[in-house]
């Protein structure tokens, strides 16, 4: 298919042929570059990035990114797919004189601007909102080729501590939010405002979990 985009995501690891079939040009071997192999695995629309090892913590990853089909060797506790779909973190700058009403703008409008950048789609952001300390706006893409657009919703919102807040995917056509989450987190990992980032299942967030994962995969 010679799409690109597994090699996106791991451009230190991995590379392709004249034909444009990709391959690994290196194996990971921090907790970064297997970060990067994951998300190139789940990149590979077509399933033609394969996980060989046999390490427990990646596999039960791989699972729960849904990706289980993609492995060599199975768990035989292998675990059920899921998505984190909200995070919180910590958010502020040296200037401490900015409102939480001011955050919610710059944080929502930030992240609706990161999404429409190029190489993240085909998309276009509209319905961005404010009401008091929050914000909201839609994803909305595919409307020239199916017959109705597919739209995910981020939601931002302030959480009890002071200068925390959370952002919430959802969608209504049932498809998974895992990219968009995968999408927000590199969003929230390029800018130094945006500290100690937790994600969250739906499961965890409504049972009142704070306790989350430092990435949504």
């Not at 952002?167 to 999408?183: C, E, M, Q, Y």
């Amino acid at each position: 298919m010679s799409c690109g985009a597994p090699e996106m995501h791991s451009p230190s690891l991995m590379s392709h042929d004249a034909t444009g079939h990709c391959f690994f040009t290196l194996q990971p071997t921090t907790a970064e570059e297997t970060n990067q192999a994951l998300v190139s695995t789940w990149a590979s629309c077509c399933g033609a990035v394969r996980y060989g090892g046999k390490d427990r913590e990646t596999l039960i990853r791989l699972a729960e990114m849904g990706l289980a089909e993609q492995c060599d060797f199975r768990l035989k506790d292998e675990p059920e797919p899921l998505t984190r779909s909200s995070v919180i973190f910590e958010f502020g700058d040296s200037d401490t004189t900015t409102t939480g009403a001011a955050n919610v703008q710059v944080i929502t409008k930030y992240l609706a601007g990161f999404l429409e950048k190029p190489g993240h789609g085909d998309g276009r952001v509209h319905s961005l909102r404010f009401s008091g300390l929050n914000g909201s706006f839609v994803y909305e893409w595919g409307g020239g080729v199916l017959p109705d657009p597919c739209r995910a919703t981020f939601c931002v919102e302030p959480q009890p501590q002071q200068g925390h807040w959370a952002v919430h995917i959802t969608r209504k056509d049932g498809h998974s939010k895992r990219g968009f989450a995968i999408s927000i987190h590199v969003a929230l990992q390029q800018d130094a405002r945006f500290r100690a980032i937790q994600w969250f299942t739906d499961d965890e967030w409504n049972a009142g979990s704070r306790n989350g994962r430092s990435l949504p995969y």
